[in-house]
């Protein structure tokens, strides 16, 4: 009798975890499920800012395949994001790879962690304010830098409108998206380390393996989930730039149609007066989210494959140690 006792007090006590978790169940499914579901229906219609929305089909999705500006703002996104995503893993995978060496033994990586992560807690805007001055070609620092070297060692220097032109904005956007975001993924590379075991490392140091040896045989293995997560993981956000091109380069520039994203295409439909059609911005943003989804999958496919045959070789191996 005492433990059906008991056990209806634990099963009333479990009631209660519903109502907790119901304020946040309602608030999610009225601002998140419930916007996604309503941009897919938006996206088979013809509505444009206000009225009735009457039902097209997939007409907005086949304007969307034809429309040249709708593939020209995705390769500027690639285009950007393929830079920022070499110079951003480069570089925290230098850092990660100084940090993990045993030799060096590097001390304070807690300090470096907040000093490498601070630009990406800066808001974006001021990032823009902040580069857009410093990068002016009448009055940026950078020019006057460039112009005083030039004239230390007798030179001239012509100032170089690194925003305002074409052919340097969208790798200047790159760079400066590779500085914000470095920080975190060096962080995350440096936490998959940090959850190997180090008899690996000093079994590797004691057998008198290299720094390039330790880092492909065990670190780069080991570590192989958090890269797929942060490969995924920049994928995504790059797809979805918008806030540093959209701050730095205003419309009527002549290097606007080099960094316009799709995200800002999108907005131009979505939300700028004049050219608003709502069902065809929901068509891009889901247009958009199946061009991530492919791309995705495919990396997921990839490193998952990788790790099949790492662990098949690793079986091969045992197998050849019994015998």
Not at 87 to 101: I, N
Not at 181 to 199: P, R
Not at 208 to 225: D, E, M, Q, Y
């Amino acid at each position: 009798m005492e433990k059906k006792v008991d056990n209806k007090r634990i099963n009333s006590y479990n009631h209660w975890g519903y109502i907790f978790v119901l304020p946040f169940t309602i608030v999610f499914l009225i601002f998140s499920v419930y916007p996604v579901l309503r941009t897919l229906h938006l996206s088979f219609t013809d509505l444009k800012v206000m009225g009735d929305a009457h039902f097209i089909g997939f007409s907005n999705y086949a304007r969307v395949v034809k429309d040249k500006f709708f593939w020209n703002s995705l390769l500027n996104t690639v285009r950007i994001w393929g830079v920022n995503i070499v110079l951003q893993l480069g570089l925290a995978f230098l850092l990660m790879m100084v940090f993990s060496d045993v030799k060096y033994k590097m001390k304070g990586l807690g300090f470096f962690r907040v000093v490498y992560y601070l630009p990406n807690l800066i808001a974006a805007t001021s990032v823009a304010f902040l580069f857009q001055t410093l990068l002016d070609w009448r009055y940026g620092t950078f020019n006057i830098m460039l112009n005083g070297i030039a004239k230390l060692f007798g030179g001239t220097y012509n100032p170089i409108d690194w925003i305002g032109s074409g052919a340097t904005v969208p790798y200047v956007i790159a760079v400066i998206q590779s500085w914000m975001w470095f920080g975190n993924s060096f962080i995350m590379l440096m936490a998959g380390v940090q959850g190997i075991s180090n008899d690996y490392f000093e079994a590797a140091a004691i057998d008198g393996a290299g720094r390039w040896t330790v880092f492909g045989k065990i670190t780069l293995p080991l570590i192989r989930p958090i890269l797929m997560y942060v490969a995924i993981t920049s994928l995504i956000g790059g797809l979805q730039m918008f806030d540093l091109p959209f701050l730095m380069v205003i419309p009527s520039s002549q290097a606007y149609s080099r960094v316009q994203t799709v995200m800002m295409y999108l907005y131009r439909f979505g939300f700028t007066a004049g050219s608003i059609n709502t069902g065809y911005a929901s068509a891009v943003a889901y247009m958009l989210f199946l061009i991530i989804l492919v791309v995705s999958l495919i990396q997921l496919y990839l490193f998952r494959d990788k790790d099949a045959a790492a662990e098949k070789k690793m079986v091969k191996q045992a197998k050849r140690e019994m015998r």
